[in-house]
């Protein structure tokens, strides 16, 4: 979380400080469109940045990826090292494209050196809305709070239809047991429905977790659009390798 951030979210401040932090917000909403407008359909992959080359949840994702780019799909992570990193590498190792939504941080984050593509952001929020906004499936392998975050904000836009119905797997069943366990306990306490455990697959299977995506993105129609037209005008470029 940058000052600014914490600043904005520390309490009311001045109008005018608080319009310029919108301002500054919308920019950024607009930088993350110009930037990822022509990136094409994509799978968004959630985990850490913790897990280094060589590690067995860095292998896993860097094969997954590389299947499911094979399905036609843009892969598209927060940009950094470890389990995105992973996914960036398996896309570009099958000639798939590779894009990243980065996070500016003090640490722990920079562009990993297997992106086509990247954009640089500010804020968290807006970084969720862009990886949210140009996918067609997600992708959560084991991570932290952000990912977890990443994963739920995601999930709740799917419960609640604010988006359309796209899969969700959930990646290494012995590393999300627990999550399971609870999702299992919110059923039976009914804060949430049978149904909603149709929204996303447990898996530790790549062949099953890539049928996953391909028959639910067919299911529901999500199929690659046709490439938007640029205007020269606003001196925009079709996205190439």
């Known amino acids: 979380m940058t000052k600014l951030e914490i600043k904005f979210l520390s309490g009311p401040q001045s109008r005018w400080k608080e319009l310029t932090f919108t301002i500054r917000v919308l920019f950024e909403f607009i930088k993350g469109f110009r930037a990822l407008h022509f990136i094409g359909p ?60 980065n996070i500016k941080l003090p640490f722990e984050q920079k562009p990993n050196p297997y992106l086509d593509k990247w954009v640089d952001i500010k ?24 990912t977890l975050d990443e994963y739920f904000e995601a999930l709740t836009l799917i419960q609640t239809k604010m988006i359309a119905k796209f899969p969700i797997v959930i990646f290494d069943k012995e590393f999300h047991q627990k999550l399971n366990d609870h999702i299992e306990l919110m059923t039976k306490s009914g804060t949430i429905s049978e149904h909603d455990k149709e929204l996303f697959l447990f898996t530790d299977s790549i062949e099953e977790a890539v049928d996953y995506i391909k028959f639910n993105t067919e299911k529901f129609n999500l199929k690659p659009e046709k490439p938007h037209r640029p205007f020269g005008w606003l001196l925009e470029r079709r996205f190439r390798k």
Not at 88 to 98: M, Q
Not at 124 to 146: C, E, H, I, Q, T
């Open 123 to 146: 804020y968290f929020f807006v970084r969720k809305v862009l990886l949210v906004k140009y996918s067609y499936a997600f992708v959560v392998m084991p991570g932290g709070f952000g």
């Open 42 to 101: 994509c799978v968004t992959i959630f985990g850490s940045a913790r897990f280094v080359d060589g590690h067995p949840y860095y292998e896993k994702t860097e094969a997954l990826a590389g299947k499911i780019a094979q399905l036609g799909f843009t892969i598209l992570t927060g940009g950094g090292p470890g389990i995105m990193e992973a996914a960036n590498k398996g896309a570009r190792e099958v000639g798939g494209r590779s894009v990243g939504c």
